[in-house]
Structures are given as C-alpha cells and as structure tokens.
C-alpha cells in the first residue's frame, strides 16, 4: 500500500478486539501503527486471547489498561460494555479467528468483546486470520458473506506461508497494512471544498411546558451522514432537533427544538452551503396554541388545533441560488412511488427514500436500508449499519454532485 494512502487518524477513537488467533502477536505492532497515525486505542483481550499476547505489552503501547473478556461487577462499574460501545468511533476485531467471525455472525454476546460489538452502533471492521482450509470453509465463507451484506468491513485477509506451515489465503494482514486501510475508511476527499448542511433528529412541538408533539427519530442516521461528510473533507453544518448524541467531531452543530427553530437555523446559512441534506424528521404540524401552564386534565375531552409548519426542504429548494438538495423519504408502502413524487413537488436532485414502520430499518434502529432516486436512477443500498450506510451514501451524493456541476 503507498504512502500517499495513509490518511490521519487523528481524533479517532479505535476500539481494538483481539481474539485468539496466533497472530494476536503482532497486534502491540498494531496498536503502535493506529497511535502513529493519530488514533486513541484502547484494548478488549477475547478470552484465550492472552495466551497469545501479553496484555501488559498492549497496555504499555496503548498508554491504557486493556479489558479483558470478563464482565465482572468491578469491570462494569468502570468502562463498561456500554460506556465502550459508545465510545468507539471504529471497532477494529484483529486478528478475527473463524471461531469469533461465527460468533459475530450470530450476534452472540458472551463475554465483554463481543456484547461489545453488539451494543456499538460504530462501523466494525475485522481483520481475518486463521488457517488457510478454516477460511476457505464453506460455513466461514457464509459467515463473512453475510457480515459484509450487514455493512461490516474486511481487512484481508492476505495469502501466503501461514503459522501452521501451510500456504495460502488466511493470514493477518500486516499492522502497517491493517492500519492504513483502517484510516481509508474513514476519509476520502470526493466532497473537499464543498460545505454541506444536514438536518438531523425529531423536532418537538410544544402543547405545554411540559408536553409536546414528536417522533420517534433518534437522530442516528442523520449524525452518521454528518459524519461521513466530514470523513470525506466537506465542511459541515449540522442542525439538529433534540437527540441523546453527541454531535460528530469537525462538525459545526446548531441545536435546536422546534421545526419552527430548525427553519430559522437552516435559512440564516443557507447561502454558502453547496449541498442541503434534509434527514430530520420535521413535524408537519404545530399546535396553535402553546400553552404557557401545564395543562390540567379538567376536561372530558379536549381538542387541540394544528397548523402547517414550515417545509423547510422545499423552501430551500425553491431558493433561486438553492444548493444541490438531497431529500429523505419516510414511507411504510409504495416507497418508490411516493419519493419520487417527492423528486418533483419539491424540486429535488435526489430523494433517499427508506421504508419505516417495521421494527429492522428507519427510526431508531441501528440499520437502515435506502433507494437513492434520481430523475433517472435508482441506486439501491441494501441493509446494513447506518455508519456504514451513510458511507455508502455520500459517496453516491458527491457523484451525483460532481456530475450535476459538470453539466452546467
Ligand atoms: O433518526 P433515525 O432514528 O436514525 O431515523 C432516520 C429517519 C427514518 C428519520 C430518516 O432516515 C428519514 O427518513 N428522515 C425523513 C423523515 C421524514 O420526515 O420524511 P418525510 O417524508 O415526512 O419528509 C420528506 C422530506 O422533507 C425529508 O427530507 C424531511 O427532512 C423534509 N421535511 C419535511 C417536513 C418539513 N416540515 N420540513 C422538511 O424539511
């Protein structure tokens, strides 16, 4: 691999698994690779994993005490299997041995590293390692495959003399190699020079001080969006209604409650974005009235009256210098159809319409699976982690971008 394609990992928070495979050795080599190139790398041991290294070696090349497999009262009272999931920005599973691919595979959550991959909403990318007949088994082979339809990344493995004496496909990549490729996937350079606005999260509708209309969006999708975007060296703006997450580093994020707010919030910056993201999920109404006291349940029955709130989306978009306007389309049946008349009432380049309404993809889930509708296209991006998914996705924005500016 060049030189030239080892981006930073500055800033990223690495969470590093490693099961037990006898290329465990090389991951102290590993984790001095990560801290290199500017990542903060903290340790989970797989059990058994310690016969193969020594976590005092980890502990010293990665400055932190490294988690072993046991989920003990005293280890959850610390950086628990939660506060780890969270923490992570990639989780990194090197070496993957055939025995832990399967046990991802199953979603299996039996010791600390992998309830860890369980919990994490972060991308997860294995490196393989094992036998070169154990990776070529029909069942490993399956297991990788369905790993990679859910979005997970493979590193390797490579080919060639192997710990057994054999020879063949099976072997760990090497650190430097496990290290770069890592930092490919978090950056890319299609969308450098371009600011991108992205609005993300419910919008809560005030009845009262205490009570108000809103949805079930957790902002999830709209934050790895913002994410990739900044992975891909935009500069980005992120307005968020209210969510539990924490804005993506590099972004600039704008807070706010109501539809009403996120409408002031996108058209004060509008002007200067070359790309208008629309993810949130915006109430359509408002009550009328907001009542400045709690509402007392006094009344048998009670009306409340609603009113149009603004469409944020379509406003941009009618702009006369409107930017490059990317819609989301929430349908529970006839996707297609209703986003792309979305395509044309709201003037739009392109609709991301996602089917919700099931329990598996769109609010508040971890996954999503969307068509990307143009005038002409459809580009299908099947199930998988909505890190994943956003990547996916703004690769396919700055094409589409990227040819919409050739054209003028
Ligand atoms: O946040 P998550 O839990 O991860 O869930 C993600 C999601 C399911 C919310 C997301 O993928 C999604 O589909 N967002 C759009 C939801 C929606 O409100 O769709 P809509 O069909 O009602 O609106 C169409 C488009 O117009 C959307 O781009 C919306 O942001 C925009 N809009 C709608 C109303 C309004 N007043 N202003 C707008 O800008």
């Given at each position: 691999m060049a030189d030239e394609d080892i981006k930073s990992l500055t800033s990223k928070r690495v969470l590093l698994g490693v099961s037990a495979?006898?290329?465990?050795?090389k991951t102290p080599d590993l984790v001095r690779r990560l801290a290199e190139l500017g990542a903060d790398v903290r340790v989970i041991l797989s059990k058994n994993s310690e016969q193969f290294v020594a976590p005092l070696a980890l502990q010293a090349v990665s400055g932190h005490a490294v988690h072993n497999h046991a989920m003990t009262a005293e280890s959850e009272s610390g950086m628990g299997h939660i506060d780890l999931a969270r923490w992570a920005d990639v989780v990194l599973i090197a070496p993957a041995t055939a025995n832990f691919i399967a046990r991802l595979c199953q979603g299996a959550a039996d010791e600390l590293l992998t309830t860890v991959c369980v919990a994490t909403a972060a991308p997860l990318v294995i490196a393989p390692a094992m036998n070169q007949q154990m990776w070529q088994n029909q069942a490993t082979q399956d297991n990788v495959a369905t790993l990679i339809q859910r979005g997970v990344r493979m590193l390797g493995p490579d080919s060639g003399e192997q710990a057994c004496g054999e020879v063949g496909p099976g072997r760990m990549m090497q650190p430097e190699d496990i290290a770069a490729g890592l930092s490919q996937s978090f950056e890319?350079?299609?969308?450098?020079g371009t600011s991108v606005m992205i609005t993300a999260g419910p919008t809560w509708e005030a009845l009262d001080p205490v009570r108000g209309l809103t949805n079930h969006s957790s902002g999830l999708m709209g934050y790895a969006i913002a994410q990739a975007a900044v992975e891909a060296g935009a500069s980005v703006t992120l307005v968020s209604g209210p969510t539990n997450l924490e804005a993506p580093q590099g972004t600039q994020c704008v807070d706010v409650i109501s539809a009403l707010q996120m409408h002031a919030a996108v058209m004060a910056d509008?002007?200067?974005?070359d790309i208008f993201i629309a993810v949130a999920a915006v109430a359509d109404y408002r009550p009328q009235l907001e009542e400045l006291k709690k509402i007392k349940k006094n009344a048998e029955k009670v009306s409340i009256g609603l009113i149009r709130n603004p469409d944020i989306l379509a406003e941009v978009a009618r702009l006369?210098?409107?930017?490059f306007c990317v819609g989301f389309a929430a349908e529970t049946h006839d996707v297609e159809q209703y986003a792309r008349a979305k395509l044309k009432a709201k003037k739009l380049q392109l609709v991301a319409a996602n089917h919700v309404g099931?329990?598996?993809?769109?609010?508040?889930?971890a996954d999503n699976a969307i068509s990307l509708i143009s005038s002409d296209s459809v580009t299908e991006l099947p199930k998988q982690n909505k890190h994943a998914l956003a990547r996916a996705l703004i690769v396919e924005i700055a094409q589409h971008y990227q040819a919409s500016n050739n054209n003028l």
């Open positions: 495979g006898i290329a465990a050795y890319h350079s299609s969308l450098t509008i002007d200067r974005q006369p210098k409107a930017p099931g329990d598996e993809t769109g609010f508040g889930v």
